[in-house]
């Protein structure tokens, strides 16, 4: 990689956490008018949930999407501002980044942001999107009904294998992979009984990790079907 080919990956739910840019807001004051703005969408104080939770809330994908995109959008502002990312290269030296990245992307949500930081969608037209997404997604499934697991030790075969014979157990079960992340991490999703029951085979299989997320909501699996047909609306 050449310092002027990079890309940048902005994260989904799951990653967010109490607390999240509280010591880039002291030092950058861009931070705190981009949560305003989001704030002012959602008619709520975006800033104050992710600084003083509770977690719970934080935690429902209704509030966690906007939180994370705001985030997430913030650090891109910051990084313009510095001009410049370094990060550290096979041989421990750094690399100038100041010319832009050549490619943005997203993990689920962070998809959205992507969107926005390229400029092909704006802040307040994605935080109204995401709050409805996260609505939606909310809505289609009964809160506790639905969950989501990260299973990290496993082939992605052996993982599949583990929710088609969970699903298979007992009628009008979902549970299916939902996200292969990387070699040897695949996220599932699906009815938290299910999940919960994957969780127990994946260990006994050998997984080194098989542990819940902290999101309310099945993403990525046909729980959310519902959701999908009306955000296509």
């Known amino acids: 990689m050449t310092a002027s080919t990079y890309a940048i990956v902005f994260p989904g739910q799951g990653s967010q956490s109490v607390g999240m840019l509280a010591n880039m807001a002291v030092q950058y004051p861009m931070v705190q008018p981009i949560f305003d703005q989001a704030s002012n969408e959602l008619g709520y104080d975006l800033w104050q949930l992710t600084q003083q939770g509770p977690t719970e809330e934080l935690d ?11 985030a997430s959008y913030a650090a891109w ?3 313009q501002v510095m001009q410049k990312i370094s990060i550290p290269t096979a041989d421990e030296n750094e690399l100038n980044m100041a010319a832009p ?3 943005l992307a997203g993990h689920s949500l962070g998809e959205y942001t992507a969107l926005v930081c390229a400029n092909a969608l704006s802040f307040t037209d994605a935080i109204r999107l995401v709050a409805a997404r996260g609505q939606y997604m909310q809505e ?3 809160a506790g009904e639905g969950a989501m697991a990260a299973i990290i030790g496993l082939d992605d075969a052996v ?5 088609a014979q969970v699903a298979a157990e007992s009628e009008n079960t979902v549970l299916s ?4 992340n990387s070699i040897g991490q695949v996220v599932i999703a699906g009815h938290q009984a299910a999940v919960q029951k994957a969780i127990v085979l994946a260990k006994a299989q050998g ?11 099945p993403s990525h699996c046909l729980l959310m079907k519902p959701a999908a047909d009306r955000l296509a609306q």
């Open 140 to 142: 289609a499934v009964a």
């Open 101 to 103: 990245p050549q490619f």
């Open 177 to 180: 992979p939902a996200n292969f």
């Open 207 to 217: 997984a080194k990790l098989a542990v819940l997320i902290p999101v309310s909501v």
């Open 77 to 79: 502002q910051v990084m």
């Open 159 to 163: 993982v599949t294998a583990i929710c």
């Open 60 to 70: 429902k994908t209704v509030h966690t999407q906007p939180a994370l995109l705001a």
